[in-house]
């Protein structure tokens, strides 16, 4: 008789408290980091350095790519008079080069990503610290991040990018 008793006490008092929590006013907020990020000085510092380094990047890569495919361009033209030994030779050559430009790329592509963390992740803390900010100053219960189209409708007042943009500027 004591366990059904106490089993409900522990039912009544999880309806009572679930009752209090409900009527506890739940106020929630959503934020583009990525947008909010993209639309500070600083976000903008960033993406600047990295299209400078990029293009120059780009650039290197561009020519490469062009002297390879000439390479290919020369080899077709010269296929005829070549005998199958220099041939092959070539053509192993050529695929040497391919592979060492594939290599060139994935490395290049690596270290921009690396460069992009590094220069956005101290943007990304300091984003952090004030959407947190507002969220105890303005009594937000919960601020969700909006990735893409995970939030299908929310009131105007709910999206609190642009408060955390002008929040992130006057922080500096």
Known sequence: MTGLLSRKSL???LIVLSTVVARAETKLGFVDVQKAIQATTAGKKAKE???AEFGKR????????ADIEKMGQDLEKKKSVLSEEVMNKKQM???????KFQKIVADNQGEIQNKEKELVEPIL???RTVIEGIAQEKGYTMI???QGQNIIWAQKEADLTDAVVQA???AK
């Open 58 to 65: 780009k650039k290197d890569l561009d020519k490469k790519k």
């Open 125 to 127: 803390k300091k984003v």
């Open 93 to 99: 050559e050529l695929q040497e080069e391919m592979m």
């Open 168 to 170: 992130f500027e006057k």
């Open 49 to 51: 350095t990295l299209d």
């Open 144 to 146: 969700f991040e909006r």
């Open 11 to 13: 039912l009544a008092g």
